[in-house]
């Protein structure tokens, strides 16, 4: 029989389900210290309940005892509360699956609270990879992205994002920045730890700079819009706080608010520049699901590669998911006019990814990225001298910046094109895209390093490229759980990965051609052009996939050097089915050096 304080459990855990069973509104968020200390009196752990529906995931916490907090309909879901026991109640149910709620947390980055500012007139030096001094760099707040992907010209052209809601994200917004946010700020909602009010300001940093790169308004020196889609609508979401830190709770609270209001605020693009090391097959990660359900709700999502390159399999989540435009970076190498010794950067994270698709998609600016910050954010705090304070800007290197270029150019597309799908987004993309060639015309990076290479919106406008993109693929299926896929994408003896002919005739065979078969050199000390002449010998092979079986053997006989068997190796899934605590924290921003 159940204890008094269990049943007294119950009661108010059914209250805080209350939204959920159509009952009256509850907040769930108000309950006061002495009622959660005497009713919970051990120790409780965040998860993510999963069902059929978020209803009846509620309905068995409440079955079990614990507390229900945020719904994630999204994904079916509930957040929870629950002790030891609660949670070993509900592993054992059937149709019920339970997540620990994954912390978010910047990783990289200095420890610990900010350091103090400099003293005046001094500076604080961030080192770069090649030993000289960021403060050095004469062109260190020069700013060529917009001109980089060809954005000055379409917005020239009258083509400026207008009419198209970008939702961002991310850790806010500082509406002080003279970037003309505020009359394009359709709508804001805070959602860490439960909030559901507007978003008041950006004390970490990283969604200021992010949203001005994106669409920022202001005019630089040289006459261009700061921003690649300078007048496109905003909608600001913020899932970290002002340490940067989250939680998968937030975040999908978040997506679950943005595609909750999709259709009220005409959200066609959604830019997630943060990441977290891949430990669950991609359609099995929570937030991973919620993404997937964006994209099959019409939304062009990007996400970021991830800042832990040059090795490969580094590619993060959500960037990990087959569906969504995964960005990685490139930097101008301090010559934002010169475009021949622009390079990969080498933080700029790499494919395959563990289920064999070929990922980043496409590559975009990366390096020292110029972007408006409050200069009391932490970020401006740790790194003061990459702080700009009289012109409230910052220098900032990562794929974050990457994937908010990218984002900005979706926008100048899907103005010029409403029609346009997600999936016809990304293939026009891709067939749009500059590789980097070397002098002899061959590819100086290979497809899992540049995916289609630079992106380029005059291209990308003008193209009329069809069918390229996610072919084979199913999200509604995937969603469903009837069927999920694998990419062509496969490793042979010497550890060399490669891409796999995925027609019937020539099933596993290697693909023959510049750039399918990599060997794990990294080449990215060195500038390169990238070229719109470059010929793809075998069209975007790479972008197929395939149904998966969990008994498939890859056609060499070879597996991953890291392991296939997810449900016993990586660290998110435990015997019993349910998710264990894992010790690694996703990302806001991986902190690299500018570059």
Excluded at 232 to 261: H, M
Aim: charged share 10%; glycine share 12%.
């Amino acid at each position: 029989m159940r204890s008094t304080t269990a049943r007294c459990a119950n009661l108010l855990a059914l209250l805080a389900l209350a939204p959920a069973l159509g009952i009256a509104q509850v907040d769930t968020t108000g309950a006061s210290m002495s009622t959660r200390s005497r009713v919970w009196p051990e120790a409780q752990a965040h998860y993510i309940v999963q069902s059929r529906t978020a209803q009846a995931a509620g309905e068995s916490v409440v079955r079990v005892g614990g507390r229900v907090g945020q719904q994630l309909a999204i994904i079916n879901a509930v957040a929870a509360d629950l002790n030891d026991a609660q949670a070993a109640e509900l592993r054992l149910m059937t149709g019920v699956r339970l997540f620990n709620d994954r912390s978010l947390a910047p990783l990289g980055g200095p420890k610990g609270p900010p350091p103090p500012p400099p003293p005046p007139g001094g500076k604080l030096l961030q080192v770069l990879t090649d030993g000289t001094a960021v403060n050095a760099q004469p062109n260190k707040y020069e700013t060529n992205y917009p001109i980089l992907v060809g954005a000055d010209e379409m917005q020239e052209a009258g083509i400026t994002g207008k009419g198209v809601t970008i939702a961002v994200l991310d850790t806010g917004l500082w509406n002080a920045s003279g970037q003309n946010f505020n009359p394009r700020i359709l709508a804001s909602i805070d959602v860490v730890n439960g909030g559901k009010g507007p978003v008041s300001g950006d004390p970490y940093g990283h969604g200021t700079h992010i949203t001005s790169i994106a669409a920022g308004g202001a005019i630089t020196k040289a006459g261009t819009s700061f921003g690649i889609a300078p007048n496109a609508n905003l909608v600001i979401v913020r899932a970290f706080d002002g340490d940067g830190v989250g939680s998968y709770t937030d975040v999908i609270a978040g997506l679950n608010w943005i595609v909750a209001n999709q259709q009220k605020y005409k959200i066609r693009v959604l830019n997630l520049s943060f990441g977290a090391p891949p430990e669950s097959n991609y359609w099995d990660d929570p937030l991973n699901q919620a993404v997937m359900a964006a994209w099959n709700a019409g939304i062009v999502v990007v996400a970021s590669a991830g800042n832990e390159g040059p090795g490969p399999m580094t590619i993060g989540v959500p960037g990990n998911v087959p569906y969504v435009i995964t960005a990685g970076a490139l930097t101008d190498n301090y010559t934002p006019y010169d475009p021949t010794d622009d390079r990969l950067a080498s933080f700029s994270s790499t494919g395959p990814t563990y289920e064999g698709f070929v990922k980043p998609e496409v590559v975009a600016p990366g390096g020292h990225m110029v972007g408006s910050m409050w200069f009391q954010s932490y970020l401006a705090n740790i790194d003061p001298g990459s702080m700009k304070p009289n012109e409230s800007l910052f220098v900032m290197s990562g794929t974050s910046q990457a994937a908010a270029v990218t984002s900005g150019v979706v926008a100048l597309m899907i103005q010029a094109d409403p029609t346009l799908t997600p999936d016809a987004v990304k293939c026009r993309l891709l067939a749009s895209a500059s590789p980097a060639v070397t002098s002899s015309g061959t590819l100086a990076y290979s497809i899992f390093q540049q995916g289609a290479g630079l992106i380029n919106a005059i291209s990308a406008i003008n193209s009329s490229a069809t069918g390229c993109a996610n072919q084979g693929l199913n999200v509604a299926a995937d969603l469903a759980g009837t069927e999920h896929f694998g990419g062509p994408a496969n490793q042979d003896a010497n550890g060399n990965y490669y891409v796999m002919n995925m027609t019937a005739s020539a099933w596993g065979a290697p693909v023959s051609g510049d750039g399918y078969t990599w060997s794990q050199g990294y080449t990215w000390s060195q500038g390169y052009t990238w070229s719109q002449g470059y010929t793809w010998s075998n069209g975007y092979t790479w972008t197929q996939g395939y149904t998966w079986t969990q008994g498939y053997t890859w056609t060499q006989g070879y597996t991953w050097s890291q392991g296939y068997t997810w449900s016993n190796e990586l660290p998110w899934w435990g015997t019993t089915g349910a998710v264990n605590a894992t010790t690694t924290p996703a990302s806001i921003e991986t902190w690299v050096p500018n570059q």
